[in-house]
Nanobody
């Protein structure tokens, strides 16, 4: 079993920065591909960013390109979020999966394990 724990969320003003962390424990390998998704109230969960197990490949949704950066160490994945906007307000979830990197990383079903989420609120 793999456990994922997100942290780092909070309430910030427009233009501020936050760094989210996702720490993996249990029967996890440091080469798992990792992803960040978010879900705003009344909306479906959407892809934000993903990184391959080696860290060599990354993918971002267009709305966060240039503002968010995903990175990882062995068992912790980070999402550095700069220039935050009210539309970034959501619960952010990290996902993990043992399969190889592929275009499918933008889909929820590409991840077998999920954390509980951390709330990010951006005020005007």
């Amino acid at each position: 079993q793999v456990q994922l724990m997100e942290s780092g969320g909070g309430l910030v003003q427009t233009g501020a920065s936050l760094r989210l962390s996702c720490t993996a424990s249990g029967r996890v390998h440091d080469n798992y591909r990792m992803g960040w998704f978010r879900q705003a109230p009344g909306k479906e969960r959407e892809f934000v960013a993903a990184i391959s197990g080696s860290g060599r490949f990354t993918e971002y949704v267009s709305s966060v390109k240039g503002r968010f950066t995903i990175s990882k160490t062995d068992y912790t994945t980070y999402l550095q979020m700069n220039d935050l906007r009210p539309e970034d307000t959501a619960v952010y979830y990290c996902g993990a999966d043992s399969r190889l990197w592929s275009p499918a990383v933008v889909n929820e079903n590409a991840y077998g394990y999920w954390g509980q989420g951390t709330q990010v609120t951006v005020s005007t």
